[in-house]
């Protein structure tokens, strides 16, 4: 007796292999063709694209999964083309998300199939974040478009923003069919972006925890996790358990099977991500050995892309990603593959700066070495008060001294006001300021440079290394980097932040805080500051009591700020 699965899906195979390849009719006479979406299943009298929707992929397991189809002009019979598969975005139907950049791709001759993940909108299933079964069904959709459309399966890409990114790059490692991809506001490593730094990303979590629930279908286990992520409360044990099943939907975790087929890679991220930070991509980017390029633009998560995907217009991102499915699935040499790998575009600007690869010999890292503010107190040496802040300085700290701080207030110091929106501001213009004397002294400490003499060229991840005492097991340093002016007006540069949730309360540790990958020019005549304090609307906090920390110095040990600059 056969088990029955495996006949189900023996028995669905050979009645898809039956059907006959997507057709579509040409526009009868008379009849008024306004377009593609109002037309499906016509021939586009203008461009011989025709678009087919409602279709339905039978995925692995017998899910239905709903999805949609772009042909390109075909001039003879048996004519075959390259393809892009495009997976859909949490919560995001391919109704709609891709349909622009499907039909810019259809009329250059490609064949594009977007789809639905299961447990989203009306495709079956349920929500499994990247799982096995995404990574299965990933590959039923090229079982499809073999036999469903006129498709080159030597020449197949698959493509997807966000959720439909890491699912794309988790195929590369698992399917050999697929050719390339293009991940666009993908992740790297899911734990580094669920629990960084053992830093729960509380806002962007409870976003996709009810955006998942509006639309889908979640698994048990996802609003289990993130309810567990969230609470001081929770055993290091289960905090181990959500770890392990984040790894296995990690893109970075198949890095070697993807560098094994040599198999090419575009990613695109965008700065002021905080679901997915452009850290943990870069990260996946530099253990890459085969072909690869990079892109990291201003904007939230996604931000970037959407225009490109929507609607057919150009688009920085997309048209590049145009180009690299050209050059590896069409093979036009269009110089891609000689231009440098990585571009970064400036914050608070449309310029873009390109590099070889990353890391790169033409940034360095910096150092200031960080001074204690201490106690409030009057200094004969320049005749004034000291105490309000530490420094930020070129020479050795010789100061033994603790910085005390605690969680009865957040301070004025925020990654923004409002969650999300301000970030967004930052990508149109409208940075996010602070006046760094506002910062209150008993909540937050800040730390001030030197007036620089020239301009300071920040491109990459900077980092401040800090030594901490906590009065608990718990603590929380949430890092702000500012450039400030003459009146003491900083505008955010970038955030990072750190938590222990299981220390020895009294003991001394080492605290380094990663802050988000930058590329931000500090003018001559301002200076660099860091502000701590231990909350912020982005992240949980560890505690539901008062938390008391002290930050460390003297000479035996230095506490330092890294900032990787442009020689």
């Known amino acids: 007796m056969f088990p029955s699965k495996r006949l189900a899906a023996s028995l669905l ?22 377009g593609n979406l109002a037309n499906p299943g016509k021939i586009n009298p ?80 349920q929500i499994e974040v990247a799982g096995p079964e995404d990574v299965k069904d990933a590959s039923s959709a090229l079982d499809y478009l073999a036999l469903q459309t006129p498709t080159d399966m030597g020449k197949v890409a698959m493509s997807g923003i966000s959720y439909g990114s890491g699912i794309s790059l988790l195929a590369l490692a698992h399917d050999p069919r697929v050719k390339t991809v293009a991940a666009l506001s993908t992740w790297g490593s899911l734990p580094d972006e669920l629990y960084g730094a053992e830093t729960p990303n509380r806002t962007w979590a409870d976003v996709l925890a009810l955006a998942g629930q509006v639309t889908g279908r979640p698994d048990p286990k996802v609003n289990e996790y993130v309810t567990a992520l969230k609470d001081p409360n929770t055993s290091a044990a289960k905090i181990a358990e959500i ?56 904007g939230i998560h996604a931000q970037a892309e959407l225009p490109g995907a929507l609607l057919d217009v150009d688009n920085v991102v997309y048209d590049q990603a145009h180009r690299w499915f050209d050059y590896w699935l069409k093979g036009i040499d269009n110089g891609i593959v000689a231009e440098p790998k990585v571009t970064m575009q400036l914050k608070f600007s449309q310029a873009r700066e390109h590099f070889d690869s990353w890391p790169t010999a033409s940034v360095i890292d910096r150092f200031y070495n960080v001074a204690p503010r201490g106690d409030i107190r009057w200094d004969l040496g320049c005749f004034c008060w000291l105490g309000a802040h530490g420094t930020l300085q070129t020479h050795a700290n010789t100061k033994s001294a603790m910085d005390a701080i605690d969680n009865t207030f957040d301070t004025t110091a925020t990654s923004g006001v409002l969650p999300i929106l301000s970030t967004t501001g930052e990508s149109l213009g409208l940075p996010v300021l602070t006046w760094l004397p506002s910062v209150l002294r008993g909540q937050g400490v800040r730390y001030e440079g030197p007036t620089l003499v020239a ?18 097991g718990q603590a929380q340093a949430v890092a702000y980097l500012y450039d400030v002016d003459a009146l003491g007006t900083g505008t955010l540069i970038t955030h990072g932040a750190r938590t222990l949730h299981f220390g020895t309360p009294g003991q001394v540790i080492d605290f380094p805080v990663d802050f988000v990958a930058t590329a931000y020019d500090v003018p001559a005549g301002h200076r660099i500051a860091v502000v701590i304090d231990t909350r912020d609307h982005l992240v949980s906090h560890p505690s539901h009591g008062r938390l008391d920390m002290r930050f460390v110095f003297d000479a035996t040990k230095q506490s330092t700020l890294i900032l990787p600059s442009l020689r």
């Not at 195979?13 to 306004?34: Q, R, S, Y």
């Not at 001039?75 to 109704?95: E, I, N």
Request: charged share 15%.
């Open 13 to 34: 195979l050979f009645t898809a292999a039956a059907h006959a390849e997507l057709a579509c009719t040409p526009v009868a006479p008379g009849e008024i063709f306004i």
């Open 46 to 125: 203008h461009d011989g694209t025709c678009w087919l929707n409602n279709l339905r992929i039978t995925a692995w397991d017998g899910t239905q999964l709903t999805a949609n189809v772009f042909l390109p002009r075909r001039t003879s019979a048996g004519q075959k083309f390259p393809a892009v598969v495009m997976v859909s975005s949490w919560a995001v139907t391919d109704l709609f998300e891709y349909l622009g950049q499907s039909y810019r791709l259809a009329k250059d001759g490609y064949v594009v199939l977007s789809y639905t993940t299961r447990g989203f909108w009306l495709s079956g299933g």
């Open 455 to 472: 301009p300071l060229k920040l491109r990459g991840i900077p980092r401040i290394n800090l030594r901490l005492k906590p009065s608990q």
């Open 243 to 298: 770890l392990a099943w984040a790894r296995i939907r990690s893109p970075l975790t198949y890095v070697p099977q993807i560098n094994a087929r040599n198999a090419p890679v575009f990613l695109s991220k965008n700065f002021q991500d905080d679901l997915f930070t452009p850290n943990s991509t870069l990260k996946m980017f530099q253990q890459l050995s085969g072909p690869k390029k990079l892109l990291i633009n201003q």
